[in-house]
């Protein structure tokens, strides 16, 4: 009976102290589990490199639209190069194949708006005034001038608006209050032809599939595969000294 008055004593006691102010409870602490660390699979710089470019080549093929390759022979090529083995294709060969597949991937991408143009030219030569000339550039004469004609051999002096089949404008020499001085045959093989049709003073308006425009590629505003519209003044032409 001592035992545990005296038990019942030490337990009140230490109660009391605990809750003495300024008393401090020990913190309890919980075991704190070490965070699992990953071995690199990459121990060299050269293992490092090796794999970032592997990351850069694969990286630049895919952002143009390209996914589907054959990373055998892709590795294959490597290691012909680096043992200095004669590769299957020859320089000509692979540049041929590397644009041949890229303009594929890209006039794929570009089909919708391929497919916008194909339909407006369609339409818009059935309109009275429009002509059609063999390559399929539509054009209408807004003005005839009585001047001078170019050549391919001459540069044309020019102002310009163009836009998309929707109305977008996307450049315009008239904003600059400036005139377009260039070589006929140094543009858009649209113009190149249009710009033979003109005398100086005329102004037409052209209608350029994309195929004499900027094919299927992106340019700045212009989406790959675009059909485009420009108004067009001839001021004057410029001989070959």
């Known amino acids: 009976m001592k035992k545990l008055i005296l ?7 230490s109660a009391i102290a605990q809750a003495q ?3 401090k409870p020990k913190p309890v602490t919980k075991p704190v589990s070490k965070p699992i660390v990953q071995q690199p699979a990459l121990k060299t710089l050269n293992d490092s490199a090796s794999y970032a470019i592997g990351v850069s080549v694969a990286s630049f093929y895919k952002q143009q639209g390209i996914t589907k390759l054959n990373t055998s022979l892709v590795s ?5 190069i680096l043992m200095g083995k004669q590769p299957l294709l020859n320089e000509e060969a692979v540049n041929m194949c590397v644009n041949k597949l ?6 794929s991408k570009s089909k919708p708006t391929i497919e916008a143009g194909k339909a407006f030219l369609e339409k818009n ?6 002509k059609t000339t063999a390559s399929g550039l539509q054009y209408e004469v807004i003005t005839e001038g009585a001047g001078i004609k170019p050549t391919t051999v001459d540069t044309f002096v020019a102002h310009y608006r163009g836009t998309l089949i929707d109305g977008t404008e996307f450049d315009a020499s008239y904003n600059r209050g400036q005139p377009l001085v260039y070589p006929v045959t140094g543009v858009i093989r649209g113009w190149t032809e249009g710009l033979q049709l003109m005398a100086v003073g005329s102004k037409y308006k052209f209608y350029i599939p994309y195929n004499l425009a900027y094919g ?3 340019n700045g505003a212009i989406p790959g595969g675009s059909m ?4 067009l003044d001839l001021l004057d032409v410029r001989k070959p000294k």
Do not use: H
């Not at 294959?76 to 012909?80: F, H, P, T, V």
């Not at 485009?228 to 108004?231: A, C, K, M, T």
């Open 7 to 13: 038990l019942g004593s030490i337990l009140s006691v």
């Open 21 to 23: 102010p300024g008393t």
């Open 76 to 80: 294959k090529a490597i290691n012909d």
């Open 102 to 107: 890229m303009n594929e991937v890209q006039e």
């Open 125 to 130: 030569k059935t309109r009275p005034g429009v």
């Open 216 to 218: 299927t590629n992106d």
């Open 228 to 231: 485009l519209i420009f108004e």
